[in-house]
């Protein structure tokens, strides 16, 4: 598969690198800040100044979008609208409105979109997701996390442009933990935090249990996760940062202790995979019906379903809470969760509730006037047919 770089971001780098690597891919074209390719250990084929130039080539199967935070979300949106795969990094902008937009763009393409998140991957946490499945702790359970993360020194930072970063890291880790993240609270020490200061969080799981995670600079990255629960104590270690070699010791109800070890993970290669599987379904798929029809909770026509692997929805979500912490040191409160589905039909029906709202208040003062002016009796049933010709459209279009 030929694909095409769009942006200079550390992950998109070595997601490209992954990618070829596997000797299966080509890193047929780039488009973005100079790159030190020998640092980069790899090569673009083409180097265009032009992303439109490279969006119109009809060799390039796929785009792994890493621009920085001005380029990103125009980036993401028009990889989708050329109908290629597409690989985001993660986040795809500074709030959650490019997600949405980005899952409604590719309903419509029915093209595969993925973002480089990589965190739920890792062997080690996905040995304490199948420990605390197994133990099935009803209520009562918490999980701890101390990060301690240093600036990566990649290439998109010594740039000018700005940085687009998540606001805290490892949503998706705590939601495989937990599941679905209902309340979200953070506290920073000034209402616009930096992101080289301190961030604590805590919150609420749909189904039980709580998280309490505390973010911190430091010259050293390093990380480690403590699972409490009636039947299960768990304690997974980082030592060195993540994804570096890991360490999980566990006791069970019978207060038996287990240690487990892991060397340092290439994720990447993981995400490659995944997004491999995504592809041969999408094809497969495309082979069988030429108009598949969409299922709900897919990342799309033609997506595979892989709940237990990385979906678009993860990026949602994740976006979603990115926001709620923000939000939450920004006014000093919790926010509560609430997760609406970003379809072509939820967006008009907002759009159609608020339309009428306003209709509703403009044919209030109408009618207080018409006592003066009875003329503008025939506007308020020009108004009324209008909103109500609007909703016989929509039935019939629908059908």
């Known amino acids: 598969m030929r694909f095409a770089l769009l942006g200079n971001n ?50 390039i199967d796929a785009v792994v979008v890493a621009g920085n935070s001005s380029q990103r979300p125009l980036q993401l949106r028009r990889a989708l609208q050329s109908e ?9 902008d500074e709030n959650p409105d490019s997600a949405y937009e980005a899952a409604m763009i590719q309903a419509d393409t029915r ?16 040995r304490l997701q199948t420990l605390l499945q197994t133990t099935k702790p009803s209520a009562g359970w918490l999980i701890q996390w101390d990060r301690e993360c240093c600036p990566a020194a990649g290439s998109e930072e010594k740039s000018k442009a700005k940085t687009l970063t ?83 010791t566990w006791q069970d109800e019978t207060e038996a202790c287990h240690t487990e070890e892991w060397p340092a993970n290439n994720l990447f290669s993981g995400m490659v995979t995944i997004f491999e599987d995504a592809v041969q379904k999408y094809e497969q798929a495309a082979c069988r019906s030429p108009v598949p029809k969409p299922e709900r909770g897919n990342e799309g026509l033609g997506a595979p379903s892989l ?16 926001d709620a912490a923000r939000r939450s040191v920004e006014r000093r409160r919790a926010s509560t969760l609430e997760y609406p589905e970003a379809t072509e039909e939820a967006s008009f029906k907002g759009t159609m509730t608020l339309i009428g709202c306003g209709m509703l208040w403009i044919m209030l003062v109408l009618l207080v006037l018409s006592r003066w002016y009875p003329a503008l009796l025939a506007v308020i049933v020009l108004m009324l047919t209008l909103f109500l010709s609007l909703q016989l459209l929509r039935l019939i279009v629908r059908k």
């Open 10 to 59: 550390s992950d998109g780098l070595q997601m490209a690198k992954a990618l070829v690597d596997t000797g299966r891919h080509e890193l047929a074209a780039y488009c973005g800040p100079s790159i030190p390719w020998e640092t980069a250990e790899i090569k673009a084929k083409r180097i265009l100044g032009d992303m439109e130039e490279i969006l119109a080539d009809p060799a």
């Open 84 to 92: 290629r795969h597409v690989l985001c990094v993660y986040p795809p």
């Open 111 to 126: 093209r595969i979109l993925l973002p480089i998140l990589l965190g739920a991957l890792h062997p080690a946490v996905r």
């Open 166 to 248: 998540a606001y805290f890291h490892g949503w998706e880790v705590l939601q495989l933990l937990g599941g679905p993240i209902a309340e979200v609270s953070a506290f920073a020490e000034r209402p616009e935090r930096l992101i080289d200061e301190p961030l604590l969080v805590a919150g609420r799981f749909e189904k039980g249990g709580l998280f309490q995670a505390a973010l911190q600079p430091s010259s050293k990255s390093k990380w480690r996760l403590r699972l409490t629960a009636t039947a299960l104590q768990a304690d997974l270690n980082f030592p060195n940062g993540f994804p570096g070699p890991a360490t999980l």
């Open 307 to 322: 709940p237990e692997l990385i979906t678009w929805q993860d990026a949602i979500r994740c976006a979603e809470l990115d």
